[in-house]
């Protein structure tokens, strides 16, 4: 009985914390699992830097550059190598058409400005794109996310939600050429 | 003491597992409350059919909903009721003639509803509860494939944190009913519309004139009426104006505050409009194209059933032919003035 009083009060400062907008806190929380999260890795793209390849961080997180058109990915003879990445490290060709790292920005456009928390987190449960349409493809790592708790993928939606805005339309992911192999 | 945590908790909006414990549904469809005995539904529900029904690969449907008793539908908002705490609607799938499935949307708090599947057994005695997950790929008949659902998935059509009935609305049971609706199913004995939930007291706080202006898709002739109703009910759940998908300026979403046919959100954000989306291989393309239907990016993602590329992306593994018939001729004599 006597931890209750603080117990209340912990859940509603929880609350109310979650109704005005995120701490600071929160947002260096968010920053940190991006960090470890390797989010990164895919959506900044690469660039030729004196030591090779680095990640152009006026970019930062805002995925594959509109201005870098893809051209057909190569075919891969018959065999276990099955996938082509772009030089950015932003776009993905493998059996499941060509994929391209989203502009995870604050941009209202072309990022993340636009969409609400619910359907980030809606993304994240569904492993849908934008919550509600087809399946997210490879090598989006949706499993990983939906381990996060519900608290974390809040507060890297709030980190994301601060991140220099980049307008960068990303193309949309294209189909594999219809093959004989049925799709289900 | 515990109760009362989980009490607090659960009205700040989280929800431990022992709160979400306490709406579960019921194991089998018998216990869910929708028939009186073996097989004969309770005679207190009340059975509709909306005009515009979803597509789901041909399945014959049935729908009954159960208001708890004395209260009422309020519908001062025309365009989203608000159900009573306790209400419970179904939906019953069949192929060709076997009950497959029955899913139930049951309202436990006034934020709160519970989402549910049932598959019927072999006997067709009796369904029991389909995991959160979903099935996959079931064979409902020999050589056709019907997927149930996850819980996740139903709230991409049916919503978030504010859930919705899609087909028992003002549109879907106006009693101005579209002769030419797709794949409609006729009204049966004692099937309810606005008129029997007016004059039963069942809808409250509704315009004085819903009965002598009854809710109606506005088009400047049946076909385009037909189109737009069909895109509202099986499009709108995901793109609306109100809940809109970002970047996409996509609506299908019929409102009373529609005055003029050319206001129709489904006509106003498709005709001519560019698409984001690309069919492979084009450079630009039009959401709906008179001049050339057949580019139309609207009626290529109806008529795809790739994962990529189908809409809607769940709920149904065949492309509706008979509505993609429709649109097609229907865009193609699109007056120019449109």
């Known amino acids: 009985m006597h931890f209750a009083r603080p117990v209340l009060l912990a859940l509603l400062g929880v609350a109310a914390a979650q109704a005005a907008a995120p701490t600071k806190a929160v947002i260096q929380r968010g920053a940190y699992l991006v960090g470890v999260g390797g989010c990164n890795d895919c959506h900044t793209p690469l660039k030729m830097g004196p030591k090779g390849p680095e990640p152009d961080m006026t970019r930062m997180l805002s995925g594959h550059p509109e201005a870098l058109k893809m051209p057909p990915a190569p075919k891969l003879p018959e065999g276990p190598w099955m996938v082509t990445m772009a030089g950015s ?3 993905f060709a493998g059996p499941w058409g060509v994929s391209y790292a989203a502009n995870l920005t604050s941009d209202k456009q072309t990022g993340l400005g636009g969409w609400t928390e619910a359907q980030f987190l809606q993304m994240v449960r569904t492993g849908r794109h934008l919550g509600q349409g087809r399946p997210i493809l490879p090598p989006m790592p949706v499993p990983s996310l939906k381990a996060m708790t519900e608290s974390d993928l809040k507060a890297v939606f709030a980190y994301l939600q601060t991140v220099p805005a980049v307008a960068n339309r990303v193309p949309a992911a294209t189909e594999p050429a ?3 192999i049925p799709m289900h | 003491m515990r109760c009362l945590l989980v009490a607090v908790a659960t009205a700040l909006g989280l929800t431990p597992c022992a709160a979400r414990a306490l709406s579960q549904p019921p194991a089998r469809l018998s216990q869910t409350g929708l028939y009186a005995s073996q097989g004969q539904v309770d005679p207190g529900h009340l059975a509709f059919a909306p005009q515009y029904p979803l597509w789901t690969d041909g399945a014959a449907k049935s729908r009954w909903i159960h208001l708890p008793a004395g ?6 908002d025309e365009d989203s009721w608000a159900l009573p705490v306790g209400t419970k609607v179904w939906k019953e799938f069949r192929f060709q003639g076997r009950k497959v499935e029955t899913r139930l949307l049951w309202k436990t ?9 049932y598959l019927w057994n072999e006997a067709q005695t009796d369904a029991t509860l389909v995991p959160e997950t979903g099935l996959a790929d079931l064979e409902v008949a020999p050589g056709l494939r019907h997927s149930i659902p996850s819980r996740t998935d139903c709230r991409s059509c049916h919503g978030q944190a504010s859930v919705e009935l899609l087909g028992f609305n003002a549109l879907q049971l106006s009693t101005d009913r579209d002769p030419g609706a797709l794949h409609a199913e006729p009204l049966g004995p004692g099937m309810v519309t606005l008129k029997e939930l007016v004059a039963r007291g069942l809808l409250r706080g509704a315009r004085p004139d819903l009965l002598s202006r009854p809710p109606r898709i506005l088009a400047d002739g049946p076909a385009t009426r037909t189109a737009l109703g069909y895109l509202a009910a099986n499009c709108a759940s995901c793109h609306r104006g109100d809940r809109p998908l970002p970047g996409l300026d996509l609506d299908f979403r019929h409102t009373s505050r529609v005055t003029a046919a050319a206001d129709e959100p489904g006509l106003r954000t498709t005709l001519r409009r560019p698409s984001t989306y690309l069919i492979p291989g084009e450079p630009a393309s ?10 139309s990016t609207l009626l290529h993602r109806m008529a795809s059933r790739r994962p990529a590329s189908q809409m809607p992306p769940l709920g149904s593994s065949l492309a509706d032919q008979e509505a993609l018939a429709h649109l097609r001729r229907w865009v193609a004599n699109l007056a120019p003035s449109h």
């Open chain 2, 286 to 295: 039009l959401r709906l194209d008179p001049a050339d239907p057949g580019r």
């Open chain 2, 71 to 76: 209260e009422a539908i309020q519908g001062r």
């Open chain 2, 109 to 117: 708090g006034p934020q709160a509803w519970v989402f549910a599947s």
């Open chain 1, 89 to 91: 490290a932003t776009a």
């Open chain 1, 178 to 180: 219809p093959s004989s």
